[in-house]
């Protein structure tokens, strides 16, 4: 059995993280992975729960903080770690680097304190890769304003993006090990395939 790995999919919204996330999950499951599909916040009857209430009741920043790592708590004990335990490919719709973006980077609210928090829920626990697709923010925002109504973030305007932008690029230049930076502004075979060429530079895909 191949041991559970663990990829992220991380960037701002309408970045194409969702997009490519089908593709991927086909193409693991063509090479004998038993794949597993989620995202955050959510991913358990719970944490979905949770994220209604983050993605669209006001609240103050800490309350958001909170709210996303107890979804991340019951997120990574009931579906991850086993998922992981029994040798899954865990392939997961934003996790911590977007906490660290959103709140750290978008809202301004403590590092230090959403580092703590990272300790706490996830004792050690981190991807084995970070897929980080990065474009302009004006780019992200003229692709989901042609097809989505927006949610408390998505109605942010662009500075925020960027600030959120800057936010994953601290988390990247943290964690290069880890990080896979894509030119998410290309057209979408051009995004597929950096990704591609990405998996095939691990020594366990
Ligand atoms: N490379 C691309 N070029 C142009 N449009 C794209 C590309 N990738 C995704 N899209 C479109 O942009 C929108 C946002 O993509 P999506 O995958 O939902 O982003 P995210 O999940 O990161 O918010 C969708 O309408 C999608 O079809
Ligand atoms: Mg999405």
Redesign the pocket.
């Known amino acids: 059995m191949k041991p559970g790995r663990f990829i992220t ?1 991380e ?11 089908d593709a991927m999950a086909a193409w693991a499951r063509e090479r004998g992975h038993d794949v597993v599909l989620t995202r955050e916040p959510g991913g358990t009857a719970l944490a979905e729960r949770l994220r209604e209430l983050v993605l669209h009741a006001p609240m103050d920043a800490l309350t958001e903080a909170l709210l996303v790592f107890a979804a991340r708590r019951d997120h990574l004990v009931q579906l991850i770690e086993p998922a992981l335990a029994r040798g899954s490919l865990v392939l997961c ?1 934003r996790f911590t680097d977007a906490s660290f973006a959103y709140q750290g980077g978008g809202r301004g609210f403590s590092l230090e304190v959403l580092g703590r928090l990272e300790d706490w829920v996830q004792q050690g626990r981190q991807p084995d890769l970070t897929l980080w ?1 990065d474009l302009p923010a004006a780019t ?1 925002a003229q ?2 304003g ?3 109504a927006p949610d408390r973030f998505e109605a942010q305007d662009l500075a925020f993006f960027e600030r959120v932008s800057a936010g994953y690029a601290q988390r990247a230049s943290a964690a290069p090990e880890r990080f896979a930076r894509l030119h ?5 075979p ?2 597929w395939a950096e990704i591609q060429d990405v998996m095939r530079t691990l020594a366990w895909w």
Do not use: N, P, T, Y
Not at 11 to 21: V, Y
Not at 184 to 188: D, F, L, M, S, T
């Open positions: 999919f960037g701002i919204d309408g970045a194409g993280k969702s997009s490519h996330l719709d697709f992200a692709r989901r042609a097809v989505r998410a502004q290309g057209e979408r051009a995004v």
